[in-house]
């Protein structure tokens, strides 16, 4: 059925041609098919066959405009949804901010500050436990050839690592090596014999002084690096805690996150589907067509 309305919101001249056309025009649809007959009576038939095409073509881009005018109300719909859900998305984002900085939480590279944080504490106590077991090791070697009082001492610093000691040892070598000299050549009581006896004892008293040095400076690095393990064993503990306490409050900040994300994806549901509409709007066709263009008429209709 097609439904003609009238809007009578012109002034006299334009009211009554539109009666007039509405007298002219008769659309009717047969029975046996879902075509549309339009029918104009004029005294001119080229005025008749003009104005039946001017209907069926207002009535095929009619169809077309009113899917064009659906497209544009439902854009302005959607265009207030995105706006809408833009606003639930930004307010579910700031509450997932809020609850960090109120609890004190912070991520780097998608993990948790204290989680990063244990993981160097736990480096450096490894570190701190391998420094220190290797200044103790030191400081105890050192300590024990002090106590030992073996006059073969120069024997047992090889192990030390220690530059001046090695210079020294080769001082204390080469000093012995000429008081034997001498005393092959000059026999044992000669006083360059006493002399270069007297250089032998002293180079190795520089090297039992420089052990000691050494002893002292072992130790104390022994100490330092004791006291920094210790140090490092309490920041690793700390962190510890940090973590426990950081991983109960994510418990609440996993759910905001998650209401976020929802908000979000939904956000992006929506500027989708808007996208999609506008492009529809210059897509849009009639779901009509014009089979048969009306043809002047080559004799009157009626009368007879």
Known sequence: EVHLLYYLMFDDAVGAATRDLAEMVLVERPKENALIDVTVTSRSPEKAARLANAVARAFVDGLAS????????????????????????????????????????????????EEETLRQSNENLIAARLKMQETRERSERL?????????TVLSQTDAIGSAVISRLKIEAAMASRRKTEL??????????????AAEVERSRAQVAEEVKSLAATADLDYQVARANEDNARKALERAQARLSDASQATVGLQELENEANARRELYKTFVSRMEETTLQRNTQVSDARIVSPAQVPLRPFSPR
């Open 66 to 113: 009113a899917k064009v005018d659906q497209v544009e109300h439902a854009n302005v719909l959607l265009g207030r949804q995105v706006d809408e859900m833009r606003s639930k998305m930004l307010q579910a984002e700031a509450r997932v901010e809020t609850y960090k900085r109120d609890h004190g939480i912070a991520m780097t590279r998608g993990n948790l500050v």
């Open 143 to 151: 300590a024990k050839l002090l106590e030992s009082g073996d006059p």
């Open 183 to 196: 005393e092959q050549t000059l026999g044992p009581r000669h006083p360059r014999v006493a002399a270069a």
